[in-house]
């Protein structure tokens, strides 16, 4: 994990149908997968870009899959766009699909931080000379700073000059997310952060701002498609950056 993304590489997950705060770049690792749009719509794929609040259902037909989360403020997302073809909300495809196939294959959770970091780059370069609303930059990096602060929509327009909605509009178009759902991924980051080192979900959740254990469960199984607890008990190592 690192801010703004994060990357899942180990057994394929029986998902529920679910939608992302932020994009979500899948990759079989070993065989395609199916995704299923809550339309019923179906593409299968070996690399598909799902974006933020997309509802739908990774139907996997091997055993290991890589999920890459990538905040859609990022370049590094839009670059992985640029590198896919499809829809706004479901690209497939990825240029270098092959090497992302081979590279996660050879990962585990011994796998070094820099190694992860080679297998970003070509999901999508981080090229910050990317121009962005700086208005909107400030505000994504205050929620990330710590998104335990109960932060408001309103306090960030005031601090960014701007009414309320207008500040609502250009979060929206400058992410490809609303604002309590890009608040709510800092959140889920915090939590998984604190658990590297304070194995105490609850505690963790409380701590990164959601109101009980209970909401972070349901917020997680809505974003992710399964309970947090389920995850936990497959052994899963989590390393951040």
Not at 4 to 14: E, F, I, R
Not at 205 to 218: L, N
């Amino acid at each position: 994990m690192w801010p703004g993304q994060a990357l899942y590489v180990g057994p394929s997950l029986a998902l529920d149908l679910h939608s992302g705060s932020v994009s979500c770049l899948a990759v079989g690792v070993d065989e395609e997968f199916t995704v299923q749009l809550e339309n019923g719509t179906r593409q299968v794929a070996r690399t598909a870009l799902i974006a933020a609040r997309v509802r739908h259902r990774i139907l996997p037909h091997g055993s290991r899959m890589a999920f890459c989360y990538l905040d859609p403020a990022s370049p590094r997302e839009r670059a992985c766009r640029r590198m896919m073809s499809g829809s706004a909300e479901l690209a497939r495809g990825h240029g270098h699909e092959l090497p992302l196939t081979r590279l996660a294959a050879r990962m585990d959770g011994s796998t070094p931080l820099p190694a992860a970091l080679r297998w970003l780059d070509l999901a999508g370069p981080d090229d910050r000379t990317e121009a962005r609303d700086p208005r909107i930059r400030q505000a994504t990096l205050r929620l990330a700073e710590d998104p335990g602060q109960q932060l408001s929509a309103e306090k960030l327009a005031v601090e960014a000059g701007l009414s309320v909605s207008t500040f609502l509009r250009l979060f929206r178009a400058q992410t490809g997310t609303t604002f309590r759902r890009y608040r709510l991924w800092t959140r889920m980051l915090r939590v998984a952060l604190l658990l590297e080192t304070w194995p105490d979900l609850s505690t963790a959740a409380v701590e990164a701002g959601f109101a009980s254990p209970s909401h972070f469960s349901s917020a997680f199984h809505a974003m992710f498609g399964l309970r947090p607890s389920r995850l936990l008990t497959r052994g899963v190592t989590i390393r951040a950056a």
